[in-house]
């Protein structure tokens, strides 16, 4: 009689089981990974299928004579890790060789995979079980496809749109392949960066593996407040307190978000927290619950040198002294500009020896103006947002070179572009302050848990060698 532990071994290699057995040895064995939650009434179907099937064809009652084996087979494979592009090669047999195909502008996958050597009918077979999971259409110039042979011939074909997502397609006959679409997701862990600035925001950040997204949000976050161009300097601290998604080898695949962020430019601290109000709305605001968002931006071109600034100054032009009105900032023509503040555009044409000229009315009493545009994207009459492009840097009107002159007036007055890093933010409301004091807490309290990276010390090293022969002076 055969015992159920061979009908079980034996179910288990029919082929049509296979799909169920590689997602079983992903839900015992992964550490890191999981499939999504969307999924699981589709694996808890087919096991209950499965388990139906064993029941059926198992004897009703063993003989009083036999021994019922009740061991547990424990799975051998390693890990599974389902960000891997491989993870379908690991329930098969090692391949004997692998390639990488880059896909190019103006090509397909069809085409490629004829370029390296695979035959028409062979590779529209790949694309047509590759379309049935996801559309080629998709695919952009640069992605990669990788190939695995087995005796000679392609056996299996892998594509990872994203992180977490990988197309398989397998080999099952002489012309047939099929396709699967496996997500994985990934779980997320709290790290901080903190150091002091060195070279700059960027490069100190990045030496610690902070990913880039990261450390543009904190730049997004600093950008109405911080001139970073001339409001840092060497020895100002920060830090960063974010999300990221490691693999099974401990190395950062994904960067979340930022949580928390600490940046103390000539000594002044701001910190902010990330918070969504009852509206779903998404934030980051100091610990009195103002908004790191300014009303008006200091500096409403990005990746400007500041050229002039604000005060009495020879004029480049007519040659004597003057006021200077607004700040001045050199930057190539056509750059961006943008809204300093939500407003209405009150002027937008042109005005003498400021050329071609915008005048945004704000809230307070407030006008912004922007001079020597090179063109409008904007006109009389319209209501813009901050951050809105408006125009773009120009040279016309009485001008040496390309530039944007920048004013803020305040209830007529002329006043200063730096004095608007002092407004402060748009505060919560009394009704948001229990939920964000609450948040901040959690964040705190994460904070004070998570690792820390810093910079290694650098260890001098000292010559302890006396006998070392003496360099001679040279004269």
């Not at 009689?1 to 015992?28: G, N, T, Y």
């Not at 029941?55 to 021994?67: D, F, L, Y």
């Not at 040279?395 to 007055?413: D, N, Q």
């Amino acid at each position: 009689m055969v015992s159920r532990k061979a009908k079980w071994s034996a179910l288990f290699k029919e082929e049509a089981l296979e799909p169920l057995k590689i997602r079983l040895e992903a839900f015992v064995n992964m550490n890191n990974t999981r499939i999504y939650h969307d999924k699981r009434f589709k694996f808890i179907g087919a096991t209950a299928l499965v388990a139906a099937g064993l029941i059926w064809i198992a004897p009703e009652s063993p003989p009083a004579e036999a021994k019922v084996d009740t061991d547990i087979v424990k799975a051998a494979t390693p890990a599974i890790d389902l960000s891997r592009d491989d993870i379908y090669l690991l329930s098969h047999p090692a391949p004997e060789k692998a390639k990488t195909l880059t896909l190019k502008y103006g090509d397909s996958l069809g085409p490629l995979l004829q370029k390296n050597g695979i035959e028409p009918n062979e590779a529209y077979a790949i694309t047509q079980s590759f379309a049935s999971v996801y559309d080629p259409r998709k695919v952009k110039a640069g992605q990669d496809f990788k190939l695995f042979y087995e005796n000679g011939q392609v056996s299996h074909l892998t594509y990872k749109p994203t992180i977490e997502r990988t197309v398989y397609v397998s080999r099952q006959g002489e012309m047939d392949f099929s396709a699967k679409d496996v997500t994985a997701e990934f779980k997320m862990e709290t790290v901080s960066v903190k150091a002091s600035i060195e070279n700059s925001i960027y490069l100190d950040a990045n030496s610690l593996g902070t990913p880039d997204k990261v450390i543009q949000q904190f730049a997004n976050i600093y950008e109405y407040s911080v001139d970073f161009q001339r409001d840092i300097q060497p020895g100002d601290e920060f830090e960063m307190f974010f999300e990221v998604a490691k693999d099974n080898k401990g190395n950062i695949v994904k960067a979340g978000d930022l949580l928390f962020t600490s940046f103390s430019p000539r000594g002044k601290k701001l910190d902010y927290y990330l918070y969504t109000d009852s509206k779903g709305r998404e934030n980051f605001y100091d610990a009195s619950g103002k908004t790191a968002k300014r009303k008006l931006r200091a500096t409403p071109v990005n990746g400007a040198r500041l050229s002039s600034s604000y005060g009495r100054r020879r004029h480049p032009i007519l040659g004597y002294r003057k006021m200077h009105t607004g700040v001045d900032f050199a930057a190539p023509t056509g750059t961006p500009i943008m809204a300093a503040g939500n407003g209405t555009v009150e002027y937008a044409g042109r005005n003498g020896g400021y050329g071609n000229y915008i005048r945004i009315r704000h809230t307070d009493g407030y006008k912004t103006a922007y001079a020597h545009l090179s063109k409008f994207a904007t006109r009389k009459g319209r209501y813009v947002k901050q951050d809105q492009i408006i125009g773009y840097v120009g040279s016309t009107g009485r001008s040496t070179g390309p530039h944007l002159h920048y004013e803020v007036h305040h209830h007529g007055k002329k006043i200063n572009p730096r004095r608007l890093s002092q407004l402060s933010g748009k505060p919560l409301s009394n009704s948001e302050m229990p939920a964000f004091e609450k948040r901040r807490g959690e964040l705190d309290r994460l904070r004070d848990q998570a690792p820390i990276l810093q910079k290694e010390p650098v260890q001098s090293v000292e010559l302890i060698n006396s006998e070392s022969p003496e360099i001679p002076a040279i004269d």
